[in-house]
């Protein structure tokens, strides 16, 4: 799991800083490991290699969204709903952290290492 602490103007004009939580199980992540041909780690490698930008862009997008999620107040459950996601995707922390990992591949690169459990 890691925690992105997030800079963003909200809608009424304030700047917010907040953080934000994401992770992958293990099971979200082998099933994305068998959805694409050839494993998750070839496929982000080949169109990076590829310089494939709408994959690069769909991949990016759909890893965010996938691993966002809430700590429940005890830590024994990481929430991840459609409200939970509505919210955030309808903030503007949501468009900073996207923009911020299509404009520097190594903070992509560690942000995807960060989301996958450490034992896999």
């Known amino acids: 799991m890691i925690v992105k602490t997030i800079t963003y103007t909200d809608y009424n004009g ?3 800083t907040e ?3 994401f992770h992958l199980s293990k099971a979200e992540v082998a099933e994305m490991e068998l ?3 050839g494993g998750l780690a070839n496929y982000l490698q080949k169109i990076v290699a590829d310089r494939d ?3 690069m862009i769909e991949t990016f997008k759909q890893i965010i ?3 966002y999620g809430v700590k429940s107040e005890d830590g024994k459950k990481f929430i991840k709903n459609q409200e ?3 919210e955030f995707i309808q903030s ?3 468009s900073e952290l996207f923009i911020e990992l ?3 591949p190594e903070m992509a690169s560690s942000f995807i290492k960060g989301v996958i459990p450490q034992d896999i």
Do not use: G, I, T
């Open 92 to 94: 503007e922390a949501y």
């Open 14 to 16: 304030n700047q917010r």
């Open 102 to 104: 299509l404009k520097n």
């Open 35 to 37: 959805s694409v041909p």
């Open 84 to 86: 939970v996601l509505d």
């Open 65 to 67: 969204l996938k691993s």
């Open 19 to 21: 953080d934000f939580y």
């Open 53 to 55: 930008v709408p994959k």
